[in-house]
């Protein structure tokens, strides 16, 4: 079965600290790949994703993930998180036809002063 | 901004009850999502809607859920009859058509509570 495996449930961090949340998935073939965030209180929201071209691919707030085809990743990353980017992580990815979007289980990220 | 409207927001209602959730997605988004989150987990999809149409149902328990988009609008997913283990986040989403690279557009969701 198709599978998206997020290893980190809970991160903790301080301010001005790189991020890097990894993300696996299990399909062969041609995949659309998803980082999507939920800031307490508000909805899921998109914050980047990647389905042709440059692999290494920028999102909103300084985001950044790079996908890798032949390691099945598409790890997250930031070079300095602020105590905003305190949220939930959601890796999800789908194939180019007409199939589900598949959700890890995501990322708690808590970042302190 | 246009948003995905959902209501009500929470819903606590005793086991064997009817309980239906209801969905505006933004305006002109020809696809619609229902999606069902555990406390926990990522969310994962229900039922999807093309216009009016189910695209695809394969995770809905058939038995006691059901979905309906008549006008290809809004959108009604109700659970009949509810069980414990039906207590999650249930969670709507659009997009403007269904090409899979599509960015899905979330509403706040309708949190239930099954006693």
């Known amino acids: 079965a198709q599978s998206v495996s997020q290893h980190n449930h809970h991160v903790i961090l301080s301010e001005a600290a790189s991020l890097e949340l990894g993300c696996n998935y299990s399909?062969?073939?041609?995949?659309?790949l998803f980082w999507y965030v939920q800031y307490p209180g508000q909805h899921l929201q998109l914050l980047l994703k990647?389905?042709?071209?440059?692999?290494l691919v920028k999102g909103i707030k300084g985001f950044e993930a790079e996908f890798i085809k032949s390691k099945f990743s598409f790890n997250l990353r930031k070079p300095s998180v602020q105590w905003s980017d305190t949220a939930e992580y959601f890796c999800?990815?789908?194939?180019?036809?007409?199939?589900?979007?598949?959700f890890g289980k995501g990322t708690r990220l808590s970042v302190i002063a | 901004e246009a948003e995905v409207a959902q209501s009500p927001r929470y819903k606590i209602t005793e086991k064997s009850q009817a309980v239906a959730f209801w969905c505006d997605p933004i305006?002109?988004?020809?696809?619609l999502y229902w999606y069902r989150q555990i406390l926990g987990q990522g969310p994962e999809l229900l039922v999807q809607?093309?216009?009016?149409?189910?695209?695809?149902d394969s995770q809905l328990p058939k038995d006691r859920f059901s979905a309906e988009r008549l006008k290809g609008v809004d959108s009604t997913l109700k659970i009949q009859p509810a069980e414990l283990g039906d207590s999650a986040m249930y969670l709507c989403?659009?997009?403007?058509?269904?090409?899979?690279?599509?960015?899905?557009?979330f509403g706040p969701g309708t949190r239930l509570l099954v006693l």
């Open positions: 989403a659009s997009t403007l058509s269904y090409q899979p690279q599509e960015t899905q557009y």
């Open positions: 399909y062969g073939g041609t995949v659309n």
């Open positions: 990647y389905f042709s071209g440059d692999p």
């Open positions: 999800a990815v789908n194939l180019s036809g007409n199939t589900p979007l598949v």
């Open positions: 305006s002109g988004h020809a696809t």
């Open positions: 809607f093309q216009d009016e149409s189910v695209v695809d």
